[in-house]
């Protein structure tokens, strides 16, 4: 329900009517719902210096978008909140994810997630299917379906849930505010798109919050006792 239905299935609805920047922000507050869910699961406070590496973060993607431009509107405002939605339940499947992940590994826990989130959404995906016709997309388009059904989901959760293995939920989390940044990279290097002018003091702003939180939360996963794996 958290992964495939909710996560990614309010994602692209919301995203007929969300601008892109405020899409970014949005997920770029995964790491403060995490530790929030963490902090209500254990009973126990997060550390101030967790806390301000995710303010920074956040701040340093704030910059950014604010640079490539923001805008606000009726229909823009109600693909946020669609959006928002699916936030908290990708915070939330980061959270609960981890404990399977360490007990079953990555390649069970995305095989099933996947498998079962697929069986929900299927009556909702049979329904969207009246009046599709398969000739009107066009090569690019299948190849963009590839890509977002393999790449970005099959092999990326993988790799995700592969580093839950080993991190706690919110260093996994932080790090995705590193995504806006490299986007922008990414668009300068293929796509010509010029830099913003603040590229250097979002990108600072990025990797000291990033250093911020997972520092502190290394310190804390190091000393915690890795459970045994389970036999299935």
């Given amino acids: 329900m958290l992964a495939v239905p909710l996560n990614q299935g309010l994602f692209l609805f ?14 770029a507050l995964t790491p403060a719902f995490v530790v929030m869910f963490v902090a209500i699961g254990t009973r126990t406070r997060p550390e101030p210096r967790q806390v301000l590496g995710i303010a920074l973060a956040f701040a340093g993607v704030l ?16 693909g946020d909140v669609i959006i928002f939605v699916a936030v908290i339940a990708w915070a939330l499947y980061l959270v609960a994810g981890r404990t399977l992940t360490r007990r079953y590994g990555p390649l069970v826990v ?30 690019a388009g299948w190849s963009g379906l590839f890509y977002l059904a393999w790449l970005t989901s099959a092999v990326n959760y993988v790799i995700w ?37 603040g590229f250097a003091i979002s990108t600072a702003l990025v990797l000291g919050g990033v250093w911020l939180a997972r520092s502190r939360i290394m310190v804390v996963a190091a000393e915690t006792p890795e459970p045994e794996p389970a036999q299935r």
């Fill in 14 to 27: 919301g995203m007929q009517w969300a601008n892109v920047a405020h899409a970014a922000l949005l997920y």
């Fill in 63 to 78: 910059t950014l978008m604010l640079q490539r431009g923001i805008r606000f509107d009726a229909h823009a405002l109600i």
């Fill in 110 to 139: 995305t095989a099933e997630a996947l498998l079962a989130g697929t069986l929900v959404y299927l009556p909702i995906g049979l329904l969207a299917l009246r009046g599709f016709d398969p000739r009107a997309i066009t090569g």
């Fill in 161 to 197: 849930f592969w580093g839950l293995q080993y991190l706690k939920p919110g260093t996994v989390a932080v790090l995705t505010n590193l995504q806006p940044i490299l986007t922008a990279a990414m668009a300068w290097l293929f796509l010509h798109e010029p830099l913003p002018s």
